[in-house]
């Protein structure tokens, strides 16, 4: 900033005037022997009788800078411009005395004034592109530059000038494709493969921000400035234990340093790692008090690690005329421990048509079901321990319930847990008045192979208290398509396949196999830091064991989130489903919800 201002204000000092007409001789000889103050006084009185003079005020105020007078020299600039309002000089060496005193807002005026005059002028443009990137105004400065660069188009140093101020902008994906513009010049500066790295992660394309570094190691090496922003990346990018292995050293060294102390906050909050993250960020923030990346870290963890309590409720309708009502209000504490201690009550209200089989044999058409729990949970290294007690209630049973849960996480891209619950069916009026329970016991595998890819395994097994068990299988592999500022899309894969051992008039779908098999469309549109609505769309071939071909089904679903970092936390999402069999057997149903939630 010092050197900018200094540059304008040798500008100013040395730039001549533009004079039309010949100022007044006794003037000019006082100028000649550096009597100033004279030659002011000549200039005032003439200006005094001729204030319109867009001359004598810039003889004035060249005279005025030579004297050390900045102030003046802004005044009688002022007055020149003012006089002569169609030309762009003086507006530009007005922009030029504004800048040389650091006053920023004016100095762009100025020099907005003159490019209205001289759209196309590269001195104009320049100038605004720099005032603009100095007051903030960052979009500006990148219209200033875009029309720069269209003139000189083989100037390499406007290219990374623009995409430094799409970044400030937060225009990401602009500000990437001209980063890799600029990288292909062999003179590019070793620093801006880091910077691409860095604008691609913060766009979530993680898988191209660790190529742009790869690019960087391949050609320079693994300098610390590749070291620290590798590490930044991997705890942003949801690889923590990685980043945390690689922090190690780099912390060893430079205990003290604000951006590694801050990465491994981060990296420990995704790791689930409670107590370690608080600490680590305090660190960070007594480094650096009242910094934006430690309020932004600090809504990152609340968001990972934090308690939280609220209400969610959820409906549920479908072709067979059962209807499901759900309200769980619930709670969810953090210890810095890395225990947690959870629970809720939960009413279900169900609803059936007279006569569909659904209602329950006495013929009531309603049900209504309440149950209540607490547990807790601990993580002792890759494993997450958690166990639940509650009892739940229908009209004319009780039941002790009880869930337990083992998570395991070697690495991190792979996920694996086992649980097994019990609990009533809350499926149809039936199932509810003849009180039937089940126990389930499920696994599920979440495994990311490659930075595009994910699959997800899901498997249950459910032991039912008439005597029947049934079963299910989802398999979900999925593909990165684009990642991008705004929008993420993913293409994959859904099987779905469904069975039990015994077909009851209990009121539940029961059949002996069902299968369905789809393509999903998952795109993601990510409004702004805080709000984010994704859809999912699949469409396939469905069918089970009364039926020799498949029917076509789909499914369409969309959630909206906001306050994704906030304390206030919303969410809304529905689904509908055609032409696919649900828990009660029909073949097309709706649901929807909105959870609530407070976080600490």
Avoid: C
């Avoid at 603009?132 to 660069?149: I, Q």
């Avoid at 340093?257 to 801050?262: A, G, S």
């Avoid at 309603?366 to 290294?381: C, E, F, I, P, Y």
């Avoid at 830091?529 to 009364?546: H, M």
């Amino acid at each position: 900033m010092k050197t900018l201002a200094l540059t304008l204000a040798i500008g100013v000092l040395s730039a001549g005037p533009a004079s039309a007409q010949t100022p007044p001789a006794a003037g000019l000889a006082a100028e000649g022997e550096s009597r100033w103050d004279d030659a002011l006084r000549i200039y005032r009185d003439l200006l005094d009788r001729t204030p319109q003079s867009p001359e004598l005020w810039q003889r004035v105020a060249d005279i005025e800078g030579r004297l050390g007078r900045p102030h003046e020299v802004i005044i009688a600039l002022q007055r020149a411009a003012a006089a002569a309002p169609s030309d762009a000089e003086r507006l530009s060496r007005l922009s030029q005395a504004h800048a040389a005193q650091g006053q920023v807002i004016p100095a762009l005026l100025a020099i907005e004034g003159a490019l209205a005059l001289k759209a196309s002028s590269d001195e104009y443009l320049r100038a605004h592109a720099t005032l603009a990137t100095w007051a903030g105004e960052y979009a500006a400065a990148a219209a200033s530059y875009r029309k720069l660069r269209e003139a000189n188009p083989q100037e390499g140093a406007l290219a990374l000038a623009l995409a430094r101020v799409s970044v400030w902008n937060g225009s990401s994906d602009a500000a990437a494709n001209v980063y890799r513009e600029y990288l292909e010049s062999p003179d590019a500066a070793p620093e801006v493969w880091l910077e691409l790295a860095r604008t691609e992660s913060w766009r979530g394309n993680l898988g191209a921000a660790l190529a742009a570094l790869e690019n960087y190691q391949q050609r320079f090496g693994q300098t610390d400035a590749y070291l620290r922003e590798r590490v930044a990346i991997l705890a942003r990018g949801g690889h923590p234990r990685e980043a945390l292995r690689e922090l190690e050293p780099l912390l060893a060294v430079s205990p003290l340093d604000f951006d590694l102390n801050l990465s491994r906050a981060i990296a420990l909050a995704s790791a689930r790692r409670h107590g370690a993250a608080l600490s680590s960020l305090s660190r960070a923030g007594t480094l650096k008090p009242q910094h934006a990346d430690v309020r932004a870290a600090e809504s990152l963890v609340r968001t990972l690690l934090g308690s939280s309590v609220g209400p969610s409720t959820t409906f549920y309708n479908d072709s067979d005329g059962v209807q499901i009502m759900t309200v769980t209000p619930r709670f969810d504490v953090g210890f810095r421990s890395d225990t947690r201690l959870h629970g809720g009550y939960e009413h279900v209200a169900l609803q059936a048509r007279n006569a569909s089989g659904l209602e329950q044999v006495s013929g009531r058409t309603s049900a209504m079901m309440d149950h209540v729990w607490t547990g807790l949970s601990q993580r002792v290294g890759a494993f997450t321990l958690g166990a639940t007690i509650g009892q739940a209630r229908s009209e004319s049973h009780e039941l002790n319930t009880y869930g337990v849960l083992l998570q395991f996480v070697p690495v991190d891209s792979f996920v694996t847990s086992v649980e097994r619950s019990s609990g009533f069916a809350p499926i149809s009026p039936r199932a509810a008045g003849l009180g039937l329970s089940r126990v389930m016991h499920r696994a599920q595998v979440d495994w990311t192979p490659t930075m595009a890819s994910h699959m997800v395994i899901d498997a249950s097994y459910e032991s039912l208290s008439d005597g029947n068990a049934r079963w299910q299988v989802f398999v979900s592999p999925r593909a990165a398509l684009t990642r991008s500022q705004r929008i993420n899309v993913d293409v994959g894969l859904l099987l779905h396949q469904f069975g039990a051992s015994k077909n009851l008039d209990n009121g539940y779908y029961d059949p002996q196999r069902y299968e369905y098999y789809s393509v999903v469309l998952s795109p993601y549109w990510k409004v702004s830091d805080n709000v984010g609505v994704s859809i999912s769309a699949g469409l396939g071939g469905q069918r089970d064991d009364s039926a020799e071909k498949f029917r076509l089904g789909r499914t369409t679903s969309i959630e909206a989130t906001f306050g994704i970092y906030q304390r206030w936390l919303v969410k809304v999402h529905g689904s509908t489903t055609n032409n696919r069999r649900l828990d009660s057997g029909a073949f097309s149903g709706t649901s929807g919800g909105v959870v609530l939630q407070r976080r600490f």
